[in-house]
């Protein structure tokens, strides 16, 4: 038990740094110190580290609660599993079709929100979306119209089903 001491000092540290938030580091020190005064009520042995163990979760949750919820880690969002490597203008003329079409949170979503939610998809810091919307708007209306990321979109995708379907009926 001795030696396993040091690397639950560590694991108690790391907690306390709070990364998961405060309310989650809280949590978990509580339930820790409650499953150790159960062990060291039903085992006299080691003894003696289970009342440090018990000692320092109780002043680590003491110091946790003194720290301004301000001042705490915020939890760390979980890398992107994809990455948008297209041009930003085209992710921002995307989040505008989607919104003009109403299809995220029954249409009342803003540019900002879905904005933020896609580009945090994607790995990306969200951006003032309005300068990108401006470009779009700066665009020459020809060959298809402002949006043409959608257009090409819509072309590439109706070319696509076009293939499917012709190897289909070929089998």
Same mark, same amino acid.
């Given at each position: #038990? ?6 639950? @000092? !560590? ?6 740094? /709070?990364?998961?938030?405060? $309310?989650?580091?809280?949590?978990? +020190?509580?339930?820790? #110190?409650? !499953?150790?005064?159960?062990?060291? %009520?039903?085992? $006299? ?17 003491? #110091? @946790? ?6 001042? #705490?880690?915020? $939890? ?14 085209? +992710? ?10 109403? /299809?995220?949170? &029954? ?13 945090? +998809?994607?790995?990306?810091? $969200? ?8 470009? @779009? ?16 979109? %819509? ?6 089903? &076009?293939?499917?379907? %012709? ?5």
């Amino acid at each position: #038990m001795t030696a396993n001491y040091g690397d639950f @000092i !560590e694991k108690v540290v790391e907690v306390s740094s /709070c990364q998961d938030g405060k $309310p989650v580091a809280f949590a978990i +020190l509580s339930y820790t #110190m409650i !499953e150790l005064k159960a062990i060291l %009520h039903g085992n $006299p042995n080691g003894k003696d580290a289970i009342e440090n163990a018990v000692s320092l979760i109780g002043e680590m949750q003491k #110091m @946790i609660g003194q720290i301004p919820m301000s001042e #705490m880690k915020q $939890p760390q969002s979980p890398k992107a599993e994809v990455k948008w490597t297209g041009d930003i203008v085209n +992710l921002v003329e995307l989040v505008y079709g989607l919104v003009e079409m109403g /299809c995220v949170n &029954d249409g009342n979503v803003s540019i900002e929100k879905l904005g933020n939610a896609l580009f945090g +998809l994607f790995g990306l810091e $969200p951006k003032p979306y309005s300068r990108a919307y401006t470009t @779009i708007k700066r665009r020459v209306k020809d060959n298809g119209g402002r949006a043409y990321f959608l257009t090409e979109m %819509h072309n590439q995708l109706e070319e696509r089903i &076009d293939q499917d379907v %012709h190897l289909y009926l070929r089998k």
